[in-house]
């Protein structure tokens, strides 16, 4: 699975951004396609995660409520849309890919930053 993210950025305390990923794979029908975060001086964090068919999301609790991860069916691609972010939501954002019956993530896009100013 290739994946290719896009959407980071800078964004004040209280405000929204939407990330994205696009996938390249044989077969996405056994796919869960995940986010994760590095902040700076963290270790790598889980953040929210699909399964793409059905779309069946999960989510960290440190963003529930706040995040939504979403699936565009046609275009293979996956979208983290960020509201009400805070200076700790700073960092590194990935998306992951594995297989459903998988325990670990085996592909990764390359990160696309997120500021956020407070």
């Known amino acids: 699975v290739q994946l290719q993210a896009s959407g980071g950025g800078l964004a004040q305390a209280g405000g929204s951004l939407r990330l994205s990923c696009a996938a390249s794979?044989?077969?996405?029908?056994?796919?869960?396609l995940a986010w994760f975060r590095q902040a700076p001086g963290k270790e790598r964090e889980f953040l929210a995660s699909?399964?793409?068919?059905?779309?069946?999301?999960a989510y960290a609790d440190s963003v529930k409520g706040r995040f939504t991860i979403s699936r565009e069916y046609a275009k293979k691609t996956i979208h983290l849309q960020m509201n009400d972010l805070k200076s700790e939501d700073t960092g590194v954002y990935y998306c992951?890919?594995?297989?459903?019956?998988?325990?670990?993530?085996?592909?990764w896009g390359q990160g696309t930053l997120v500021t956020v100013s407070s």
């Open positions: 992951a890919a594995r297989v459903l019956a998988a325990n670990e993530y085996s592909s």
């Open positions: 794979a044989r077969a996405f029908g056994n796919l869960i």
């Open positions: 699909i399964r793409w068919n059905p779309p069946l999301p």
